[in-house]
């Protein structure tokens, strides 16, 4: 039970509180180190599913950890994205959306709060429902707009740092702005289709349920 692929996704387990925290301290760096270890734990979230199946070492613990960590990394995200998108500057807008709406928030949680009932009623019925196709492309979406929002926070710590101008800042702000928006999107279409792709694909267990 405690192989490599399981060791990956239990310390992406413990780094999630470090990232929900750097996000607030004061000035560009700790955003900037967010960044590189949301990276690393979002990798790691790849790397831990091809060693397991490579080495053949996918575990009914496996299966229960990774979404449980991809549970914990969202939660600790959203936080401080939810809270520092409402700056009173609006420094940190996300383009488009301005702040993270909070339907939006509700609705990214509220789907792994479900997901994790319906794992849970189906671990009592002897089965494990593990990461989909369609989950795994909403965790990738997901992710994307993390890691590109904690760097938009960042840039605009170093913009107010360095008073940076000039054509290529605009151009970078319009680029890097558009992927926060976007992704944030298609985050959000993946969560509502992806949750019910599962509950069709286990429709029978709740039909035995009733």
Same mark, same amino acid.
């Given at each position: ?55 053949? !070492?996918?575990?009914?613990? %496996? ?5 449980? @960590?991809? &549970?914990?990394? *969202?939660?600790? $995200?959203? +936080? ?61 979406? !997901?992710?994307?707009?993390? %890691? ?5 926070? @960042?840039? &605009?710590?170093? *913009?107010?740092? $360095?008073? +940076? ?46």
């Amino acid at each position: 039970m405690w192989n490599l692929p399981n060791i990956l996704t239990l310390a992406r387990i413990g780094l999630a509180p470090v990232i929900a925290l750097l996000p607030f301290i004061q000035g560009y760096w700790p955003k900037v180190i967010a960044f590189l270890i949301f990276v690393a734990a979002a990798v790691s979230d790849v790397v831990d599913g091809y060693v397991a199946r490579k080495s053949k !070492q996918v575990t009914d613990l %496996g299966k229960l950890l990774d979404p449980a @960590a991809d &549970k914990l990394l *969202l939660f600790a $995200t959203l +936080v401080p994205i939810y809270w520092i998108t409402r700056h009173p500057t609006m420094l940190y807008g996300i383009p488009w959306w301005g702040s993270l709406p909070l339907w939006v928030a509700a609705m990214l949680v509220g789907r792994e709060l479900l997901m994790t009932l319906v794992r849970y009623e189906a671990r009592k019925k002897g089965v494990v429902i593990a990461a989909g196709r369609e989950g795994k492309l909403k965790v990738i979406f !997901q992710d994307i707009f993390i %890691g590109a929002t904690i760097a938009w926070f @960042a840039w &605009k710590d170093f *913009l107010v740092r $360095t008073g +940076v101008t000039g054509w290529m800042r605009d151009a970078w702000d319009e680029f890097h702005g558009t992927v926060v928006a976007v992704t944030l999107a298609l985050a959000l279409v993946l969560t509502v289709y992806s949750f019910a792709v599962y509950l069709y694909k286990y429709r029978a267990l709740f039909r035995h349920a009733r």
